[in-house]
């Protein structure tokens, strides 16, 4: 029997979240760091050292934040029926729908998130969190990715009960 590959991707690569922004927002902390330690040491001025330490909070705040809330992010979910393909890095999983406890979403967060929460811990721990491929700003939609994905597990962990 050959292997079917999982056929729909339910979520978007974070590389944005995870690699893009944090360097610009380290680029733009260095930028204007040297910019005000220059004019600070031409100036002979002090207080351009209390201008430095407001540009390192105002610049190191948001790429600590955006770090934090990325790390998390899963690169790849696919859907393989009764089965979800993730990876994270480099490691890769294979999930069936009633080895997930149950499903968050957090629509109202930048990026936008479904979170699966595993029965058991993994590898790569409990939690699989990932951006949807395709999302709407309500969450009450019944069409949408994050209720039929409840859905599914709902019946999957119902079929393995009974």
């Given at each position: 029997m ?16 995870k690699?893009?922004y ?13 910019t ?18 407001v ?7 948001p790429?600590?934040?955006?770090k ?6 899963f ?17 890769e ?7 997930i406890?149950y499903?968050?979403?957090?629509f109202y967060?930048?990026?936008p ?11 790569f ?6 951006i949807p491929a ?20 709902r019946?999957a ?6």
């Amino acid at each position: 029997m050959s292997r079917v590959e999982p056929a729909r991707a339910l979520s978007v690569d974070p590389y944005y979240y995870k690699v893009i922004y944090p360097r610009f927002a380290l680029g733009a902390l260095v930028i204007v760091a040297t910019t005000v330690a220059v004019f600070g040491v031409l100036n002979e001025a002090w207080s351009s050292l209390w201008a430095l330490l407001v540009v390192f909070v105002l610049f190191l705040w948001p790429y600590i934040r955006l770090k934090q809330i990325s790390m998390g992010l899963f690169d790849c979910v696919t859907d393989g029926g009764d089965y979800l393909q993730v990876r994270i890095d480099t490691v890769e999983c294979r999930l069936l729908l009633s080895d997930i406890e149950y499903v968050t979403a957090m629509f109202y967060s930048e990026p936008p998130r479904i979170r699966l929460v595993l029965k058991s811990p993994r590898q790569f721990g409990r939690v699989v969190a990932f951006i949807p491929a395709r999302y709407t700003a309500n969450p009450f939609d019944p069409t949408g990715l994050f209720q039929e994905l409840r859905e599914r597990v709902r019946v999957a962990n119902n079929h393995t009960a009974a």
